[in-house]
């Protein structure tokens, strides 16, 4: 009898325990990507207008190394005369994307460039007209603009960084993807990581693009990127991993991708 009730105590106990362990499992931080319940389902491989200059799209990738693999991208395009774009850092205190979002009451954003593990940038950043850290000596490029507040995506090796430039905003990154339309060659490993992307396409508008997925490449992101119909001039590739995130919050479209660590340094999008 006495083993009989122990038994019956054990399997309780342990149902007790599955039962905390399962409710413990809603506690767990959770990614979306997508429209909001409030809003419609965008059309795949469709451009969705979700404001005055704003155009949202998700399209189904496939590796181009691995046809066994694919992501779900989500892509951003801005017409450069609707909105303003800036950069915003504090390496004291990084955020989340949503907490970046309301604290600058954004349009859009997407993480920014490389930084270190005391969350300082590790190149040059312009944020609201100062300057921190160190341009890259003619390598990687560069999401800047000037004191007109004219957008510009380059090579800083074809275009390096000069002080006297007198730029407002800006945030450097490495390696460039596309330059001038054209795959750029660049020596990267095999490690296929969440990837972000900034580009300007041949109107001159700005796009953001993010892969939340464990799929591809850097050398797999700048192939999709120039066999893509997204008529890309030139692009950059940023901090991806777990600092790829993007949030967009215009009219009847919803983008929420949250990266998986603080950003001390995110990319901003507002409505002029």
């Known amino acids: 009898m006495r083993l009989t009730n122990l038994f019956r105590h054990g399997c309780l106990l342990c149902c007790l325990t599955l039962i905390l362990l399962l409710t413990a499992c809603d506690a ?26 704003v155009e949202v799209r998700s399209e189904t990738w496939k590796s181009p190394s691995n046809s066994l693999v694919s992501d779900t991208v989500s892509i951003v395009r801005f017409d ?19 907490d970046w979002m309301h604290k600058e009451n954004a349009t859009a954003l997407i993480n920014g460039g490389y930084f270190d593990s005391q969350d300082n940038a590790t190149a ?16 990687g490029g560069m999401l800047d603009v000037d004191a007109q507040g004219n957008v510009q995506l380059r090579s800083l090796s074809e ?35 969440p990837r972000s992307v900034a580009a300007i396409d041949k109107q001159g508008r700005l796009l953001f693009i993010a892969s939340p997925g464990i799929a591809f490449t850097l050398d797999d992101m700048a192939t999709l990127l120039a066999k ?5 001039v030139n692009a ?17 479209q919803s983008v929420e991708l949250d990266s998986y660590v603080n950003l001390p340094l995110v990319i901003v999008v507002k409505e002029k």
Request: some cysteine; aromatic content about 6%.
């Open 124 to 139: 040059l950043v312009i944020s609201n007209g100062q300057a921190f850290g160190t341009s890259y000596p003619n390598f």
């Open 236 to 252: 950059l590739n940023l901090d991806g991993g777990s600092s790829t995130g993007l949030y967009v919050n215009a009219g009847s």
């Open 28 to 53: 767990l931080p959770t990614v979306s990507i997508g429209p909001t319940s409030q809003t419609p389902t965008p059309t795949i491989n469709t451009w969705n207008k979700a404001a005055p200059g």
């Open 80 to 98: 450069l005369h609707s909105v303003k774009l800036s950069v915003a850092y504090q390496p004291n205190q990084p955020l989340s994307m949503q």
């Open 159 to 193: 275009q390096p960084y000069d002080p006297s430039e007198g730029l407002t905003q800006a945030t450097q990154c490495s390696p460039m993807l596309l330059i001038n339309g054209q795959r750029t060659q660049f020596k990267s490993d095999a490690k296929t990581s």
């Open 228 to 232: 893509s119909d997204l008529g890309l």
